[in-house]
């Protein structure tokens, strides 16, 4: 069966991508903010809250991430790459746009040795955990579909 997207899963992976990234970042300015502030212009406001140039930062990255995995994962854009090969090239996308608005929204000193560690750390988890994320429900989709056949083979011999 062949899937055929819409802006409307587009949008759904977006806000789903910026909805993650909020809570994330509500998390972090809860427990760091008052500190943070003085560090990344991501915390502006501190402790207060989450300033409204952020979420929209945020919203941007979240389409350029989407963005990017469409472009990278949908077979009418690059057709034969391997799997490896798509998502090495989609994370570099996606890290020098990481980069690019580092330099040009101030997220952090540019030449701060520890930002630059705690962003490639922070990163590399969010890589981790998504990428663990998509094992998971591929295996559980995959396994859902071999039933289902499974069933259908069933069916037709009865």
């Keep these: 069966m062949i899937e055929k997207r819409t802006i409307f899963d587009f949008l759904e992976k977006v806000f789903l991508t910026y909805g993650v990234s909020v809570v994330i970042f509500v998390v ?7 500190d943070a502030n003085e560090i990344s212009t991501l915390f502006v406001l501190g402790a ?34 391997s799997i ?3 998502t090495i090239g989609m ?24 930002a630059w560690i705690g962003f490639v750390v922070s990163f590399g988890v969010c890589v981790l955990f998504s990428t663990v994320f998509s094992i998971i429900r591929e295996k559980y989709e995959n ?5 289902a056949l499974e ?3 069933e069916d037709r011999e009865n």
């Design 28 to 34: 972090i300015t809860y427990f760091t903010g008052a």
């Design 143 to 147: 396994r859902k579909m071999s039933k």
């Design 151 to 153: 069933k259908l083979k």
């Design 84 to 86: 490896l090969k798509r």
């Design 91 to 114: 994370l570099g996308v996606i890290i020098v746009f990481m980069v690019i608005f580092i330099k040009l929204f101030g997220w952090f000193a540019w030449n701060r040795l520890d």
């Design 48 to 81: 207060e809250g989450i300033a409204l140039s952020t979420l929209t930062q945020l919203l941007a990255m979240s389409v350029i991430i989407v963005a990017t995995r469409y472009l990278f994962f949908t077979d009418r854009v690059i057709q034969n790459m």
